[in-house]
């Protein structure tokens, strides 16, 4: 990948850039704060800002200033790793060359730890535009105002927020039982007896161990977290979608070793491909 960056006044431009598919990116299951605007763009807001992105051609543009690009939003699209050359490598079979090919563009965003702790939490049981809605209500009440483009938005509220809140403050987000998981988290990342920026940097067995003991937050979860939150590349989360690919697709002694260290990209492609592509 030769991206170059380049700042058109008011935007940035990511050109000659292999694998940054708008539409994979944010509508593969693995964030929840980015929606089309009226112009086919997406909008969204991540680490206290909010940020418009639009496909030209062979381009992305991204409305925000060098300095915030090369400050935030380079590393929060993970724009420093080669995904054409995983993807190439992952091709081990018919299904997975389709997988890959129909996932082309996916990149796993290095999202704000808490706010993929508390989302995925917040993502048990549940379906992705019930999630939004409850993410942003949550975001509305306890966040930060953001404003874009003469419109107001959120920031994610920090878990030293939400520590001091009960369920009851919880109760206009109707996310039932979900209010106590997240307050649970919260405290438990406020005071610091579980710090996910540690855990980014251990073991994949030690840092799901770890968040296991969060109350609520089982292997599902935690994948996802170990995924999307704290970039462990190699974490595999296995959910309804991936139970029926993998036993159709793969064999029964499959080990998601094989792509390793990048087994969680792998999980994307196939999930993505598997719930919209076939």
Same mark, same amino acid.
């Given at each position: 990948?030769?991206?170059?960056?380049?700042?058109?006044?008011?935007?940035?431009?990511?050109?000659?850039?292999?694998?940054?598919?708008?539409?994979?990116?944010?509508?593969?299951?693995?964030?929840?704060?980015?929606?089309?605007?009226?112009?086919?763009?997406?909008?969204?807001?991540?680490?206290?800002?909010?940020?418009?992105?639009?496909?030209?051609?062979?381009?992305?543009?991204?409305?925000?200033?060098?300095?915030?690009?090369?400050?935030?939003?380079?590393?929060?699209?993970?724009?420093?790793?080669?995904?054409?050359?995983?993807?190439?490598?992952?091709?081990?079979?018919?299904?997975?060359?389709?997988?890959?090919?129909?996932?082309?563009?996916?990149?796993?965003?290095?999202?704000?730890?808490?706010?993929?702790?508390?989302?995925?939490?917040?993502?048990?049981?549940?379906?992705?535009?019930?999630?939004?809605?409850?993410?942003?209500?949550?975001?509305?009440?306890?966040?930060?105002?953001?404003?874009?483009?003469?419109?107001?938005?959120?920031?994610?509220?920090?878990?030293?927020?939400?520590?001091?809140?009960?369920?009851?403050?919880?109760?206009?987000?109707?996310?039932?039982?979900?209010?106590?998981?997240?307050?649970?988290?919260?405290?438990?990342?406020?005071?610091?007896?579980?710090? $996910?920026?540690? %855990?980014?940097?251990?073991?994949? *067995? =030690?840092?799901? !161990?770890?968040? +296991?003991?969060? #109350?609520?937050?089982?292997?599902?979860?935690?994948?996802?977290?170990?995924?999307?939150? $704290?970039?462990? %590349?190699?974490?595999?989360?296995? *959910? =309804?979608?991936? !139970?029926?690919? +993998?036993?159709? #697709?793969?064999?029964?002694?499959?080990?998601?070793?094989?792509?390793?260290?990048?087994?969680?990209?792998?999980?994307?492609?196939?999930?993505?491909?598997?719930?919209?592509?076939?």
């Amino acid at each position: 990948m030769n991206a170059t960056f380049i700042d058109r006044c008011g935007e940035v431009e990511v050109a000659c850039v292999t694998d940054f598919d708008l539409y994979g990116i944010f509508e593969c299951g693995q964030c929840f704060r980015w929606n089309l605007d009226e112009s086919g763009a997406y909008v969204g807001v991540a680490f206290g800002k909010a940020v418009r992105l639009r496909c030209k051609g062979e381009s992305v543009f991204i409305s925000c200033s060098m300095e915030d690009f090369q400050s935030v939003w380079y590393d929060y699209f993970d724009l420093s790793r080669n995904y054409e050359t995983i993807r190439e490598g992952m091709n081990i079979s018919d299904f997975m060359r389709c997988a890959t090919a129909y996932g082309k563009g996916i990149r796993i965003l290095r999202q704000e730890k808490w706010e993929a702790l508390c989302s995925f939490i917040i993502s048990q049981n549940n379906h992705i535009p019930r999630i939004k809605k409850i993410v942003e209500a949550l975001c509305g009440l306890f966040g930060e105002q953001v404003e874009f483009n003469g419109k107001m938005y959120y920031s994610f509220p920090s878990p030293e927020t939400l520590c001091t809140l009960d369920e009851s403050d919880l109760a206009p987000l109707k996310c039932g039982y979900r209010a106590s998981y997240i307050l649970s988290a919260a405290r438990a990342v406020a005071d610091g007896s579980i710090d $996910l920026e540690a %855990l980014s940097q251990n073991s994949l *067995d =030690v840092a799901r !161990k770890e968040l +296991l003991k969060i #109350h609520g937050v089982g292997n599902k979860v935690a994948d996802c977290v170990l995924l999307f939150g $704290l970039g462990l %590349l190699d974490s595999f989360p296995i *959910d =309804v979608w991936m !139970k029926r690919a +993998l036993s159709e #697709h793969f064999s029964p002694d499959f080990d998601p070793s094989v792509f390793s260290p990048y087994a969680g990209i792998a999980q994307q492609y196939i999930f993505h491909y598997k719930r919209g592509g076939l």
